[in-house]
């Protein structure tokens, strides 16, 4: 079974960074467009920012200029840098992997941006 697993979640403080990572088992994720996605409570999932296999990003305008996603194929990895941390950045923030009409998603990773 394809597994995601975020990491680096935590309690930062406003202006703060943070860097999250995803890794994966039993899936080479270098083929694949790879995102980032976040969910408040109460709130519908949505878009961060999303890499694909030759790297072009895309991001939302709410973080654009403050995160970076990335990916180190070598690790199987992607990551997610967060700078200039805002309060309205706290959320819960999955990984997605889409196969088509498939989304795959990881168990997600708590960020919480308060003083």
């Known amino acids: 079974q394809v597994q995601l697993v975020e990491s680096g979640g935590g309690l930062v403080q406003p202006g703060g960074s943070l860097r999250l990572s995803c890794a994966a088992s039993?899936?080479?994720?270098?083929?694949?467009?790879m995102g980032w996605y976040r969910q408040a409570p109460g709130k519908q999932r949505d878009l961060v920012a999303t890499?694909?296999?030759?790297?072009?990003?895309k991001y939302a305008n709410s973080v654009k200029g403050r995160f970076t996603i990335s990916r180190d194929n070598a690790k199987n990895t992607v990551s997610l840098q967060m700078n200039s941390l805002k309060p309205e950045d706290t959320a819960v923030y999955y990984c997605?992997?889409?196969?088509?009409?498939?989304?795959?998603w990881g168990q997600g990773t708590q960020v919480t941006v308060s003083s």
């Open positions: 890499i694909t296999s030759g790297g072009t990003t």
């Open positions: 997605n992997r889409r196969v088509g009409p498939v989304d795959y």
């Open positions: 039993r899936v080479i994720l270098s083929p694949y467009t």
